[in-house]
C-alpha cells in the first residue's frame, strides 16, 4: 500500500498516477499499457487521463519525484486520476489488474482520508489561535513593558548625577 501511496503525485491540483509507474505494478510494459488505453481513448476523458507538458515533466525531475527525463523514455506519459486509473481495469483484463486495481483505489481513498483530516486539523488550529490570540498579546505587551522597564531603571542608575550630593 505504501509504495502504490508514494507513486501518486499531485499535477494540475489532481492526485495522479503515471503511465510507467502504472505499468510497473500492473506488471506490463508501458507501452501496452498505452496502446490498451489508445484503443479505448473514448473512455478516458480529460478528467480521467491527460498527457503532461514539458515544464511538468521538468518540475518533476526538479523536485527529484522522478530520477531524470530519461525515465519517461521520450514519449509524453500519460497521468492518470483516479476515475482514469478504475477506468483502466476495464481495459485491463487480467487478475492481476483487477488485484491491483483495487490496491490503488484503497490507497486514493486512505490519501483523501488523510487530507481531509489534515484540513480539519488545521481548521482547529486556526480557530484556536483566533480565540486566544488577544490573550498572547496582552501577554507579549505586559512582557514587553517590563523589559522596558527595567531598562529604564537600569540607565537612570548609570546616569552621571549632578548637583548637590
Request: proline residues 2%; aromatic residues 10%.
Amino acid at each position: 500500500m505504501q509504495e502504490i501511496q508514494n507513486k501518486i503525485y499531485e499535477i494540475r491540483n489532481e492526485n495522479v498516477m503515471l503511465d510507467f509507474d502504472l505499468a510497473e505494478i500492473y506488471g506490463v510494459e508501458t507501452r501496452v499499457l498505452k496502446q490498451a488505453v489508445r484503443r479505448n481513448m473514448e473512455r478516458f476523458p480529460k478528467d480521467f487521463m491527460f498527457e503532461i507538458s514539458e515544464k511538468e515533466i521538468e518540475d518533476l525531475v526538479s523536485q527529484t519525484v522522478i530520477p531524470s527525463k530519461s525515465k519517461f523514455g521520450g514519449a509524453q506519459p500519460f497521468v492518470f486520476t483516479e476515475q482514469g486509473v478504475a477506468m483502466l481495469s476495464s481495459v485491463l483484463r487480467s487478475k492481476t489488474a483487477i488485484a491491483v486495481n483495487i490496491s490503488i483505489m484503497r490507497a486514493f481513498v486512505m490519501m483523501r482520508q488523510f487530507a481531509l483530516s489534515h484540513k480539519d486539523l488545521s481548521e482547529k488550529l486556526s480557530k484556536l489561535e483566533d480565540k486566544y490570540d488577544q490573550q498572547f498579546n496582552n501577554v507579549y505587551d505586559a512582557l514587553k513593558y517590563l523589559m522596558q522597564k527595567n531598562e529604564k531603571e537600569r540607565e537612570q542608575s548609570e546616569r552621571k548625577r549632578i548637583g548637590y550630593k
